[in-house]
Every structure is written in C-alpha cells, then in structure tokens.
C-alpha cells in the first residue's frame, strides 16, 4: 500500500513550485479516455491510446496549472453565491434532490468540498481566458464581415410551420408472439382505417378542429390540436417531407409514429430568410471571438511559458513536452 501511495504522489513536474504528480496524470488519462469513448479499450490498444495522447496531455496540464496560478494572483475566485449557483445549476440539469447529488458524488469518490475544488479551478481559468484575453481582443468590423460573408447559412431565420394534430393512438407493441401479436396487428389496422376515415370527413368538409375534439388521444386535443410554432429543419424526417409538400389548409395522409397513426393539418408556415449583416452583429462577435479565442489563448500561453520555471523529474516527459509545444506554436 505503501508503495502505490508514493508511486501516485510521485512527482513529475514542479511549475513555479506547484507538483504536478503520477496521481494527477492518471486522473486526466482517464478523464480523456472518457472524453474520446475510448474508456473500455484494454491491453495493447489501451496502451496505445494512452501512449497517443501523453503529450497533450502534459500540454495542457502544464497550461492550466499557469493559467490557475495567473488567476489567483489577479485574485479570481469563485464566490458563495456563484458556487450555490452552479449546484442548483447541476441539480436541476440532472433532476437531482441534495440528497441524489450527495449520493452521485459519493459514487465518484468526491464531497461537496472537492466538487467546489474543480469548479473554483474551472471558473479562474475560465475567467483568465474571458478577461486576460478575449477581453483585450479587438474585433473590427471588416472581421465580421469576412465571417458573415463566408458563413451566410448560419445567419437564416429558420422555416417555421404552425400544425393542428389528430393522433389516432396504438397500444405498445406486444412481442410474446401468436395470438398476441394477431391482435396488435388488428388494432394497427384499426387505427389506420379510423385516421383515414376521419381524414376523408375533413376533406369533406368537415371542421378538423370538431374532429380533434371527437376523436384524438392526443394531449394537444385540449387546445384544438395546435402545436407549434415548429422548425422545419427540426421535425422528424417522415412528417417533414409530407409536410413540404402541403398548402395551407391541407391535411396529410395518415403518418405512422411510435404513437400511432397521426394527422396533420398544415396552418402557416413561414420562409427561412437571410438576416441583415447589421442585426446579427452581436452573433458574429461571439463566433467571431470564439474562432480567435484559441489562437490568442495559445499566443498568451507562449508568454505564461517563457516566464515559467519548470523541473521536470523525467527526462523522457520533458522531451515530449519540448516537442509538443514546439509543435503547437509552429501551427
């Protein structure tokens, strides 16, 4: 026991005096490991994968402890209130109670106090790369366009399309087999033969609101059937092409969907239109600044590097890192 706790608390790197321990690189090779699905390989193509990304690895390791130690001399800190912030935040994304999340941290080995231990680096390194160097970018207006001119079809208002929906429900389909599956044959049928008649009285005339209210198992039935407005580049294949293909105030042929056989009514639709350089300004600043934000943060690492004063423990470490950097400030 002794022996593994001095293996994974031997150090390999000193950046301004900070450790950089075995310990340390496990926990990124095995979060990056995670990152690229590659977490179940073992044997030789595990070696490999680990073996691969190693200089990255050392890379970025060595840039965060900078960018952490810059941001604590700038005084960055996550506070109470963000760190209350970020917990609800998780909570409510995972649907967790506090006592699910002290569960879910305990199955990965943390407290509460080491979860606010990886927020708090996040949020300083974060905040070096937003104000140190996004915030001392200046984008200028012949940028923007350059970008705007290139990537016109990122800045469209999307084709939008208002539908009222008769569902016409099927039982969950039973695989036991004989007898059972004759049965759910006969209520698919069933159901086709229903939704195709309730199409035909509409196009007869009938109002398809009435018939929403008469026979659709849908929830939408409480408000006339009415969903939407929808984005057209969104929908499900099947129902997008039947719908391409309508006229306000036609209704589809009968659909099947998990749900059952469903009818839909086309009520509007709106053409997808190229917005005005001047009204997605802010838009192209983001990506803009976000295209940029690497290759500033890697010019801002340069000068964190050079200033820094590292011992390397292994030889063979250090030369991987040597190249990899050199690498990186060549592209």
Known sequence: FRRVLFRSQRVLVKVNGEFFTQKDLEERQADALQQAN?????GAALTQAVTDMLPDLLVSAVDDILLLQKGKELGYHLSDEQFKESLDAIKKDNNLTDADLKTALQQEGLTVET???????????????QREVMGHMALTEEELRQYFDK???????????????????????????????LFAANNDAAARAKATALRERAEKGENFEKLIAEASDSPTKASGGTIGPINVSEMATGIRDAIDKMQPGQITDPIRTPRGYQLFKLESRTKSEPRPFEQV?????????????????DKYLTTLRAQAILEWKRSDLEQMYNKRVTEKVKQ
């Open 38 to 42: 590659k977490n179940n390989l073992q």
């Open 115 to 129: 979860l606010r231990g990886r927020l708090d680096k996040n949020y300083i390194i974060r905040t070096v790369q």
């Open 151 to 181: 990537h016109r079809d990122e800045f469209v208002t999307p084709s939008m399309v208002m539908l009222r929906e008769l569902l016409v429900a099927t039982p969950a389909q039973d695989t036991r087999g004989g007898q059972n599956q």
């Open 281 to 297: 300004k802010d838009e192209l600043a983001q990506k803009v600044g976000e295209a940029r934000l690497s290759v500033e943060v």
